[in-house]
Structures are given as C-alpha cells and as structure tokens.
C-alpha cells in the first residue's frame, strides 16, 4: 500500500498552522485532524526537510507544502516516489 499525503503543512503535530504558535482562529477543524489534512489521495512526492521527516505529498499538495511546511530545504529537494494514478506508461 502506498503513503497518503501529509497535505500542505506536514501533518507532523504541526497543530498551530503556518504562521506560529497560535493561528488557529477559524482553521480549528483542519488541524485537528489527524495528519493536519483532509486530503486522502496517495503520496507521489517527497520533499525533503530540515531537521524533520521527508514529507509526502500528492500532485495538488506539491506546491503549497514548498510555500508552507516548516523545515523545507531551499532550494527544494524533491523526488519522485510513486506514478501519479490513473496515468498511461
């Protein structure tokens, strides 16, 4: 089975959203669930991290996770995991 994504924010108890402790004004639901994302759809990228875990994320998530996770390497260090379903070899 294949990794889910871990949406925009990294989904690693990164609980107070992506300007610091705090900002949970109107965004409570987001982060409180579990992983810090609804989103369901399997991992395609990897985007390595500064003193935490590689995040995983799928094709939609792949551009605000380099805007918005914490820890994100610049330049960005991505790498392709997995195909992206439902596309032809």
């Given at each position: 089975?294949?990794?889910?994504?871990?949406?925009?924010?990294?989904?690693?108890?990164?609980?107070?959203?992506?300007?610091?402790?705090?900002?949970?004004?109107?965004?409570?639901?987001?982060?409180?669930?579990?992983?810090?994302?609804?989103?369901?759809?399997?991992?395609v990228f990897?985007?390595?991290?500064h003193r935490?875990?590689?995040?995983?994320?799928?094709?939609?998530?792949?551009?605000?996770?380099?805007?918005?996770?914490?820890?994100?390497?610049?330049?960005?260090?991505?790498?392709?995991?997995?195909?992206?379903?439902?596309?032809?070899?």
């Amino acid at each position: 089975m294949s990794a889910l994504c871990r949406g925009p924010y990294g989904g690693d108890d990164d609980r107070d959203g992506p300007h610091g402790r705090g900002d949970r004004h109107d965004r409570v639901d987001r982060y409180d669930r579990p992983g810090g994302t609804d989103c369901r759809d399997p991992a395609v990228f990897e985007v390595a991290r500064h003193r935490k875990p590689p995040l995983r994320v799928c094709p939609v998530h792949l551009g605000p996770s380099l805007l918005m996770a914490s820890g994100v390497l610049w330049p960005p260090a991505v790498t392709l995991i997995a195909r992206t379903p439902g596309l032809r070899p």
